[in-house]
């Protein structure tokens, strides 16, 4: 009997160690999240008629962002809810109490390509698993402005300008 409930033990800790906990991902439920969303640009997504998707990167707490991989993807509501997402609830593989995610919005229905705007800000949020409600992802109340990401070639352009203006001073 002992030996059937120690490996029953051993079972539980190993199903535990890959659990998947799931937290919503929703910017606006009143009164406690209230975040909408805004480009660097002035363009509030979901205001005008482009299209904005939004990818969560994330790992369990305490992960490398190296290990991160793509969790969810959602994209804005329209007209008066302009700047807010369709909510989603995300899965984070090996995370079983918490969860760090970050943001980044790209043009159109895919995440490939350049994002046109990231967050440097890492979100920390519960989450639960399987039979337990999943919670909300604590995103606040104060509006969240996505910084624009520079296209590598203007980052290039820029960098071959600096390279030869120093390259013309140091030959003079």
Do not use: C, H
């Not at 490398?64 to 969790?71: D, K, N, R, V």
């Not at 995370?95 to 994002?115: I, N, Q, R």
């Not at 820029?158 to 390259?167: A, M, N, T």
Request: glycine fraction near 12%; hydrophobic fraction near 40%; aromatic fraction near 8%.
């Amino acid at each position: 009997m002992k030996k059937l409930i120690l490996a029953l033990a051993a079972l539980m800790v190993s199903l535990a160690a890959y659990g998947q906990g799931q937290f919503v991902f929703n910017n606006r439920v009143p009164p406690d999240i209230n975040a909408k969303f805004g480009l660097s640009t002035g363009v509030t997504p979901g205001s005008d008629a482009t299209v904005y998707t939004v990818q969560l990167l994330g790992g369990p707490s305490g992960s490398a962002q190296s290990t991160w991989t793509e969790i969810g993807t959602t994209t804005f509501r329209t007209g008066n809810a302009a700047g807010y997402v369709n909510p989603i609830t995300v899965t984070v593989p090996g995370a079983t109490t918490s969860a760090d995610f970050k943001l980044s919005v790209f043009t159109g229905t895919s995440t490939t390509g350049t994002a046109l705007g990231t967050l440097a800000t890492v979100f920390t949020t519960p989450v639960a698993i399987a039979p337990n409600p999943p919670p909300n992802a604590p995103l606040g109340t104060a509006a969240i402005t996505f910084s624009a990401v520079p296209e590598p070639t203007t980052l290039a352009l820029g960098l071959i300008g600096v390279g030869s203006l120093l390259f013309i001073r140091r030959r003079k």
